[in-house]
């Protein structure tokens, strides 16, 4: 008895079958068609990708190339603007050492000069004073009211006479005359007051008018010459003058009379203060609160 085998060929790659409607299968369908699609779909984006990678890139380089050109214009400038504060600066410094150096300079020449007038100052006072010294040391030997000493002849002359000299020289004279007999009063008035005069109101002035200058000024004070009756009216200026020759002769008085204990060069002192009350008021200053 004889066996018969069939054999039948399997396909190891089958195509793919198409199952239409009713059931029945188409042909095969081959796949490889759609796999070349998606690779091309991938490799066009990958492309387009890669452009705007390289567009991308390309603007970010364009715009860091124009920040640095701006940071490079921006160092230029502030280099420019550095340089102009430190020549502004240096030409400052410059002038500034210009003029200590000129201040000084003015300085050190006022000083020299200021020292160079002092010096003779002192030369001219010192020979001065030391006239002045020595006639006053003659006229403490043997004091006295004599205008012939050479003391009281200078002090005449420089300071009571212009001191006393005044518009009206006859009145003047008088004023002076009392002042040396120490017979003249000076007392203030209220003005309120009448004026007690026998005289003409033209010769005594009145509480706005000043006898001895003839000039309007409200007069607080009047003065009388010895047992006149008569009262004249002086304005502060005037008072202030007659007050500083008066004072002068108080203390010479003072010193004739033994009343004045101290040695000859303080008393020489004193005596040029009063005489320098004298210059003081004849230049027409004074105080305005005298009593």
């Known amino acids: 008895m004889m066996l018969c085998f069939c054999c039948r ?63 490079k214009l921006k160092d230029k400038e502030c280099e420019r603007l550095s340089q102009v504060r430190n020549q502004l600066e240096q030409e400052l410094e410059e002038l500034t050492a210009s003029l200590f150096e000129e201040a000084h300079k003015m300085v050190r020449e006022a000083n020299v000069k200021q020292a160079g007038a002092e010096k003779q100052l002192k030369e001219a006072q010192g020979k001065m004073d030391s006239v002045l010294f020595a006639e006053f040391l003659l006229w403490r030997e043997h ?28 009145l003047s004279q008088l004023v002076q005359r009392a002042v040396e007999n120490n017979s003249l009063t000076i007392e203030p008035v209220a003005m309120s007051a009448l004026p007690m005069v026998k005289a003409s109101a033209l010769e005594c002035g009145g509480p706005k008018k000043c006898a001895l200058s003839g000039l309007s000024r409200v007069c607080q004070h009047r003065i009388k010459l010895g047992d006149k009756g008569s009262y004249y009216y002086i304005s502060p200026s005037s008072r202030a003058r007659i007050t500083a020759v008066c004072n002068f002769f108080t203390y010479i008085r003072y010193i004739l009379q033994g009343l004045v204990r101290q040695n000859a060069e303080q008393i020489f002192w004193e005596v040029m203060r009063l005489r320098r009350e004298m210059t003081v008021a004849k230049l027409g200053f004074y105080l305005t609160d005298q009593g």
């Open 9 to 71: 060929l399997v396909d190891l790659d089958p195509e793919p079958v198409t199952v239409v409607e009713g059931g029945s299968r188409d042909g095969p369908v081959s796949g490889r068609p759609h796999g070349d699609l998606c690779r091309l779909r991938s490799s066009s984006l990958e492309i387009k990708e890669k452009e705007i990678r390289e567009k991308g890139s390309e603007i970010l380089r364009e715009q860091l190339d124009a920040a640095k050109m701006e940071l």
């Open 143 to 170: 004091p006295s009211l004599d205008r012939s000493s050479a003391f009281l002849s200078r002090v005449y002359r420089e300071d009571i006479g212009p001191c006393l000299s005044f518009t009206r020289s006859e």
